[in-house]
């Protein structure tokens, strides 16, 4: 069965580069960034792993830890680290799925025989802390992802949750976003949005971004 939004992410237990990772108990209280790349020491992979490594900061400022797969062994992985270190100028400071025996690739169907038999393609699992998955993206081994964009939607699906709000396309922390629209109480709706908004539509109400201090958490 495929996953879908709003799933409870598949619990597994497989190795990594970090020992034995049992993924709810490994994930705790935190959001989840779970991504798989086709294979160890490939030009694309080791640049997005650089790039993960030096967003440590702005993955821990939301709560999200990462954790990269490929059907590669622990062994191998240990190696290409050394490798993504020196190259990319970074440390790498997550772990990587050492998923040989395909068990995490199949249980989130990471796996595009079309595109390739073997190997996994880029898929990306965004998961919130009561394990729901929230985003999903896949993108084709040959195109490297975003990883700033990732971490926009991330910043979106917190702010959503915070406050009933959704976030317009392009949007960027600290740009205006929209009221969802079943939020027609307009008591609620000045407690919420003390600043006002702007009913462009009845359907489209902008409101300044709610969350005050985006760089000062
Ligand atoms: C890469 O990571 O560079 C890559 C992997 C498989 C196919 C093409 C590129």
Same mark, same amino acid.
């Given at each position: 069965m495929s996953i879908r939004l709003g799933d409870t992410a598949p619990d597994f237990e497989q190795d990594s580069s970090e020992g034995r990772i049992r993924f709810h108990e490994w994930l705790g209280d935190s959001w989840g960034i779970l991504f798989s790349h086709p294979a160890d020491f490939t030009p694309v992979c080791t640049?997005?792993?650089g790039l993960t490594a030096k967003l440590k900061d702005e993955f821990a400022k939301r709560n999200v830890k990462a954790i990269a797969l490929s059907v590669d062994d622990v062994e191998s992985h240990k190696e290409w680290?050394?490798?993504?270190?020196? $190259?990319q100028g970074c /440390?790498?400071?997550f772990p990587i799925l050492a998923d040989g025996d395909r068990k995490v690739s199949e249980l989130y169907d990471m796996i595009h025989p079309n595109a390739?038999?073997?190997?996994t393609v880029r898929s990306l699992f965004v998961i919130d802390p009561?394990?729901?998955?929230?985003?999903?993206? $896949?993108?084709?081994? /040959?195109?490297?992802?975003?990883?700033?964009e990732v971490l926009r939607v991330v910043d979106s699906l917190q702010l959503t949750d915070?406050?009933?709000v959704a976030t317009p396309g392009n949007w960027e922390a600290g740009s205006d976003v929209v009221i969802v629209p079943s939020l027609q109480d307009e008591e609620e709706i000045k407690?919420?949005?003390?600043q006002g908004y702007k009913a462009v539509r009845p359907y489209l109400r902008m409101t300044p971004d709610p969350k005050a201090n985006w760089s000062g958490e």
């Open positions: 640049t997005e792993l680290i050394k490798d993504i270190n020196e $190259t /440390s790498v400071n390739d038999n073997s190997m009561n394990k729901k998955v929230r985003l999903m993206i $896949t993108y084709p081994a /040959s195109t490297g992802r975003n990883f700033n915070e406050h009933k407690q919420r949005f003390p």
